[in-house]
């Protein structure tokens, strides 16, 4: 009996906290995150940084947000020359830039939000959004769903947050095929949830869609050949395209730079 606990409106497991209303990051965890000092070494800088990717779910923005990070920490391991924890006991200096992306990612693991558990028979909606250089995916679960009542004023329930940053040759893409990205990542990365009966609301610009499906004769062969091979991956799933534009685009602020 010593592994179990009975009658618990709450438990806590791999620090975090599971009830009846979903699934938060244990306070205590975040607080004791959250009061570290600036890392002094590059090993300590490494650790911040992977201890907040395993948080990552329910921040928005994460990717974009961490990026700075990720980037000193990558230079200071080219500098260094080796990657065992050993070589990188050394000393890393902070700029103003990096101290402010560093209380950037504080903040966003400060301010995680509730990830509910998934309800089959609730609204399942998926937010997504592009800039030049990144992307966020959100994907929310409407409660008593209301028709005709704009989808920013439906009564949300956070599932997941994912994105990223665009990386190499995905820096040089046009603007539809960045656009069109977090769409087809989106329904590779979360099937599982995706694939369902009643199927799902795609809420972006009615644009990428018209471009995956029928791009425009003026594009690149190479930008058309992979649209229409996104295309195909879309044609597995239900889903009702809704157009949502302007302050309501919940994901603007997952891949825009505030």
Not at 117 to 122: E, G, R, T
Not at 223 to 239: E, H, I, K, S
Request: proline residues 5%; glycine residues 6%.
């Amino acid at each position: 009996m010593l592994k179990s606990s009975l009658f618990e409106l709450a438990i806590k497991w791999c620090g975090k906290l599971v009830s009846s209303d979903g699934i938060r990051h244990d306070p205590a965890c975040v607080d004791a995150l959250v009061e570290l000092p600036l890392p002094a070494t590059v090993a300590d800088l490494q650790g911040f940084v992977f201890a907040t990717n395993w948080l990552h779910d329910p921040l928005p923005d994460y990717a974009r947000t961490v990026a700075p990070l990720h980037d000193k920490l990558e230079a200071e391991k080219k500098r260094i020359g080796r990657r065992n924890r050993n070589a990188l006991q050394v000393a890393t200096s902070w700029d103003s830039d990096e101290k402010a992306a560093y209380e950037n990612v504080l903040s966003l693991v400060r301010d995680s939000a509730l990830i509910a558990h998934h309800n089959p028979d609730a609204e399942l909606c998926v937010f997504t959004d592009a800039s030049l250089s990144g992307f966020g995916i959100m994907v929310k679960q409407g409660m008593q769903w209301q028709p005709g009542i704009p989808a920013e004023r439906q009564n949300h329930q956070l599932i997941i947050c994912k994105g990223g940053t665009f990386k190499r040759s995905q820096l040089n893409w046009t603007v539809v095929e960045k656009e069109a990205y977090p769409i087809v990542k989106a329904c590779n990365d979360l099937e599982y949830l995706l694939l369902r009966p009643g199927g799902f609301r795609l809420f972006c610009d009615h644009a990428n869609l018209i471009y995956i499906f029928s791009p425009h004769a003026d594009l690149k062969k190479r930008v058309r050949d992979r649209l229409q091979r996104w295309a195909v991956r879309l044609c597995g799933l239900y889903y009702r395209i809704e157009h949502i534009s302007g302050v309501a685009r919940y994901c603007v602020s997952v891949s825009r730079p505030r």
